[in-house]
């Protein structure tokens, strides 16, 4: 057999010709493993583990990996925690924070890879940190585990997105309130002043339908429109 000509697949493409010990040497360097197709000049391509190579794989000296149930899962749940919490403080704060939300996903993502693998275990690419949703289900799956983290993390993005919404129109409602009493004075001459605004409804992005209470107990209808962080207040005429 050491004067076949082999070949490997990579990317697409097909690499050779080689001999069998040039394809020893690549899977001892790990430029090719176990599961990489094959062709040893006769039949059709075949994964590595199922020709003659296989004796060549290298067996694990350690422990096996750790079971299922004793993996730390800590970093996981924690992605969860993070969605909750971001949502609460842009419901509070008004204030988007996405950038933190990726930057402590990714962090924890990386962490959690390095713990798997600690553990002995095949983890998920790091780049699937980017999608979060997409490296939970490739855990569970990996470990064999049931897919709570990844349910739980659905459920926390859709309440933190329900929360930031609700805390931007808060935050739009409260700038909006003493622009609405510098507009009554300027323009309308009166001495009365706004004591809350609520949102009625999003015409469209950014477009509201709203209506102010004065502290004459008067009710005005307005628009509100929010460009970038510049809030834009009308009074139609009533």
Known sequence: MSDVSWYYALNGSRCGPYTLEQMSVFLSSNDINADTKVWAGTGDWVSLKDTVLAQSIQRPSGPPPLAASEVDDRFVWALVGVQLVGGLVEYLSGISIWWAFLILNIGLCVLDERRLKAAGHLAPQSYWALLVPVYLWKRASLLNQKKHY??????????????????????????????????????????????????????????????????????????IEKKGEQILVRIPKQ
């Open 150 to 223: 990844f349910y739980g993390w659905m459920a926390a993005f859709i309440v933190s997105v329900l929360l930031s919404v609700v805390g931007g129109e808060s935050a739009i409602e409260e700038a909006a309130c003493p622009i609405v009493t510098e507009i009554i004075h300027k323009q309308f001459y009166q001495t009365s002043s706004c004591l809350a605004v609520t949102i009625d409804e999003e015409v469209k992005s950014g477009f509201y339908l709203a209506h102010a209470i004065l502290d004459n107990g008067n009710e005005i209808n307005l628009t």
